[in-house]
């Protein structure tokens, strides 16, 4: 009894953290994967349903209210929406103030669609855990995780949009010349050492994007197993455990988005500057 | 935890709503919020320049108020002593008067006196001489001159 249990405890998680993944086959051809056996089989060439349609539900949610709070935005008195959606602007706009130092006027819906996107991401952790896999059981689908930030490819997907952006600006303000002489020559200033300093600023520059994505997906990973396995208490303990744990979690959750951005301003900010 | 297109999904996703909130987004709201915060401004600007100009005029009335109480108090002075003056002048000029009139009533008195004197003296010496004439004329009748007395006794 404890052993099955335990079986059981072990393919609910596996259950759980097991993305809707769609892609080729090398038996089965284009298929939906049935195992997470058949998920990794797929490689590279697979694409998990499950995070990008709620993802891009999220950005669409998002961009969809702040653009009617757009629509409607007087000088006057504003109401209810636009309030809060100008709070969170002002917020932004503090942050970009504060943090970035170059000349960018797009750095502030950059940072906005950074915020706002991992936010509400986030917050579908606060959903029963149980709900999505049973409703989409239900209908047919062996999986649903709809937290996409609980999967790396979100959270990397999003890292190298930043770096990509890094990349960019760090050309365009500097040139390409310009950009390649700073990864050459700093921190040492000779020629001599300049495979050396590539080397380090290479490495320094692929960090950040990693760094990014890995602890945005470690926090909220390491949260949502421990919401699975509160979930597998028995039902009168769950509440007492689950409650002060998703409290903890609009913390988290908040904390994690604005560190992204953050440091997504931060690195935008040492592109745009000159050594 | 595989690694997979999806990747490349979020990071075609994520380019896209940057796109989005950069073009359509954005710049309502940043634009609203700023000229909310300029008008915001611009009324407490005005506003702290009404109390300015207020307490300028409230200063300036004050002043203008006084000033006239100090000229209105000049001007009820003046008009005091003015009054004053012109009562003085004329209990002055009344009493130079009387003792004009006074003294003029005394001497035409005193001229009527002397006409008198001299009406009288003139007349008495008329009498006289009328009444010498009479004696005079009727010594020689007693009854006459009896009548003549009486006259002479009657114009007196």
């Given at each position: 009894m404890a052993a099955d249990n335990e079986i059981s405890a072990i393919y609910y998680i596996q259950h759980h953290l097991q993305n809707l993944t769609f892609g080729k086959h090398?038996?089965?051809?284009w298929s939906l994967a049935s195992t997470s056996a058949e998920a990794t089989e797929m490689?590279?060439?697979?694409?998990?349903l499950d995070t990008m349609g709620w993802s891009i539900g999220m950005g669409a949610l998002f961009l969809w209210l702040f653009h009617k709070a757009g629509k409607v935005a007087t000088t006057g008195v504003p109401g209810g929406l636009q309030n809060a959606v100008e709070m969170v602007i002002e917020f932004i706009e503090n942050l970009t103030r504060s943090t970035f130092h170059g000349k960018n006027k797009h750095i502030g819906p950059i940072a906005l669609t950074l915020f706002m996107w991992i936010l509400l991401m986030n917050s579908?952790?606060?959903?029963?855990?149980?709900y999505f896999p049973e409703m989409f059981g239900k209908l047919?689908?062996?999986?649903?995780?709809?937290?996409?930030?609980?999967?790396i490819n979100a959270t990397l997907g999003m890292a190298i949009g930043v770096f990509l952006m890094i990349i960019y600006y760090s050309c365009k303000v500097k040139g390409v010349a310009g950009f390649g002489k700073e990864l050459a020559l700093t921190?040492?200033?000779?020629w001599l050492l300049a495979p050396f300093n590539l080397i380090l600023e290479i490495v320094g520059l692929l960090v950040k994007p990693i760094s990014l994505g890995f602890r945005l997906f470690g926090a909220m990973f390491a949260g949502e197993v421990i919401f699975i396995l509160i979930a597998l208490l028995p039902f009168w303990a769950i509440w007492m455990l689950d409650v002060p744990w998703a409290i903890f979690h609009i913390l988290v959750i908040s904390l994690q988005a604005f560190i992204f951005t953050t440091l997504s301003v931060v690195y935008l900010s040492a592109a745009h500057e000159h050594h | 935890m595989n690694i997979n297109m999806t990747l490349i999904g979020q990071t075609i996703a994520f380019a896209i709503f940057v796109w989005f909130c950069i073009k359509y987004v954005w710049p309502p709201i940043s634009n609203a919020l700023h000229e909310r915060q300029k008008k915001i401004a611009d009324g407490l600007d005005a506003a702290s320049r009404a109390t300015r100009d207020l307490e300028l005029a409230q200063e300036r009335a004050e002043q203008t108020l006084r000033e006239s109480k100090e000229q209105a108090s000049q001007i009820l002075e003046q008009a005091n002593k003015r009054s004053a003056q012109m009562i003085e002048e004329a209990r002055e000029q009344a009493r130079a008067e009387g003792e004009r009139l006074v003294a003029s009533a005394r001497a035409e008195i005193e001229q009527e006196i002397n006409r008198a004197k001299d009406d009288l003296r003139a007349q008495v010496s008329h009498l006289a001489i009328v009444g010498a004439e009479r004696v005079l004329e009727a010594s020689v009748d007693e009854k006459a001159h009896r009548d003549l007395l009486d006259k002479l006794a009657a114009e007196l």
């Open positions: 090398p038996e089965n051809g490689g590279f060439w697979a694409i998990h579908l952790k606060l959903l029963p855990v149980d047919g689908f062996e999986y649903m995780k709809i937290v996409p930030t609980t999967d921190p040492f200033n000779t | -």
